[in-house]
């Protein structure tokens, strides 16, 4: 009997630490990321900022997260998950409460900097090579499935509460909404996701043990480790597929301002849309990580490419005039999923590929590294095409050039399919 409680009580404990991975994984990003794409046209209105404007300021946040990358993943294979995790989120609630004091462009400029520390530095690393250690050697895509569905359904879960919020704040005639109602709105907003991300700074602190990371077989010189995770061909291919996906998942920022431009939506409407669509990535991503584990990751994600290459090239031609919002909505829908489903199994490929485990943390450091760069340019370069064509013309350029990195992105699977060093299902 004590043998059988045993085993109950690790089995919860290993959903425990999940579920904190998952929650903790979603809220670190919240305050930075979730405010802009689930209620961009009222963020944008209420800081004064035009796309360019804003893209640039998250080109700030991208900078210094790309800076933190690589040592990042040097000291997640030397520290506890538990004290970097915890450290990370405190820190970030705290930009969150500045925040609420409406700073103008360069006081969100650097704030977007400092997020780009705290958010990184000591968090995404970790947090990867815990996922890595919770999935074990069978159980990969299961893991890094669950962790990027669950990261969705609490997006989708806090979107719909401040979804609520926003609606309570503002006027029950939205065509008299005011600036005033929008400020007020967007700090309530803001403080929801303060207090989560403080919430999960706490589950973290309380239930990760502190032993999650096993860095008995770590180097005692790091650049042994970053020599081998640099000379790793595998490891550079992995990151093109990163920044191909991750593209596609900035890419889904814009949808909401899409919805008020070119759909006819208001803002409240828009938000709701979004907030709708986020319930597809639990779905997407678990789906995709269970049929990792029965085929394999390369083999999702070249499926997932093909979609998306598919379904950006019908967005840039269909125009909603001509009275085919069905197939819009459709191919709108197979984004979100083909995104959800790439992010929720690229990190699978660490297994796949042969990564050994004791460098994981350098290796999603440097995976990372180039594979997040699109939060230096993307926003950047879509807040320009968007700007320059206003209207249905703008976002027709937008989905060509997504379309085309998605064709990367499918050109670097491929290539990573021949490699000898990738396990075959």
């Not at 820190?91 to 705290?118: D, E, N, R, S």
């Not at 093109?240 to 301002?257: N, P």
């Not at 990372?368 to 027709?396: C, E, K, M």
Request: aromatic share 14%; glycine share 8%; charged share 15%.
């Amino acid at each position: 009997m004590e043998v059988q409680n045993h085993k109950t009580q690790s089995r919860t404990s290993k959903w425990l630490v999940i579920f904190s991975l998952v929650f903790a994984g979603e809220m670190i990003f919240s305050l930075p990321f979730h405010v802009a794409r689930f209620f961009r046209p009222t963020l944008l209105s209420a800081f004064n900022l035009t796309n360019s404007n804003f893209g640039d300021i998250l080109s700030v946040y991208g900078i210094m997260a790309m800076l933190a990358y690589f040592p990042g993943g040097i000291i997640a294979d030397r520290f506890s998950a538990r004290k970097l995790m915890s450290a990370s989120l405190f820190a970030t609630a705290l930009g969150g409460v500045y925040m609420t004091f409406m700073p103008h462009h360069l006081g969100l400029g650097i704030l977007y900097g400092y997020w780009g520390i705290t958010t990184i530095f000591l968090f995404w690393a970790a947090m990867i090579k815990a996922t890595r250690e919770w999935g074990g050697k069978l159980n990969q895509g299961k893991a890094f499935g669950i962790l990027d569905g669950g990261r969705g359904l609490a997006a989708a879960t806090i979107a719909t509460i401040a979804v609520f919020i926003l609606s309570r704040v503002f006027p029950d005639d939205i065509n008299s909404l005011s600036d005033h109602d929008r400020i007020a709105a967007l700090k309530s907003v803001i403080w929801l996701y303060v207090f989560m991300t403080s919430v999960a700074g706490l589950f973290v602190w309380f239930i990760i043990p502190e032993n999650t990371q096993n860095n008995k077989t770590k180097y005692a010189n790091p650049l042994n480790g970053m020599r081998e995770v640099i000379h790793n061909r595998n490891v550079w291919l992995q990151a093109i597929i990163v920044v191909s996906a991750y593209c596609g998942y900035k890419g889904l920022d814009y949808y909401s301002l899409y919805a008020v431009d070119v759909l006819g939506m208001n803002e409240l409407e828009a938000a709701r849309f979004m907030s709708i669509t986020a319930y597809l990535r639990p779905v997407s991503a678990v789906t995709a990580g269970f049929i990792v584990d029965r085929l394999s990751a390369k083999k999702v994600i070249i499926v997932s490419f093909i979609l998306l290459i598919i379904s950006y090239t019908i967005l840039s031609i269909l125009n909603p005039e001509s009275n085919i919002a069905n197939i819009i909505f459709t191919n709108i829908i197979i984004t979100f999923m083909g995104v959800y489903a790439l992010r929720g199994v690229y990190f699978a490929l660490i297994q796949e590929t042969k990564i050994p485990a004791r460098i994981t943390g350098t290796a999603v450091g440097l995976i990372s590294l180039i594979g997040y760069t699109p939060d230096v340019f993307f926003n950047s370069i879509a807040g320009r095409i968007l700007d320059g064509n206003p209207g249905f013309t703008g976002y027709q350029n937008y989905f060509i050039m997504l379309a085309g990195i998605s064709i990367l992105g499918l050109l670097a699977t491929f290539a990573l399919a021949t490699s000898k060093k990738v396990i075959d299902k």
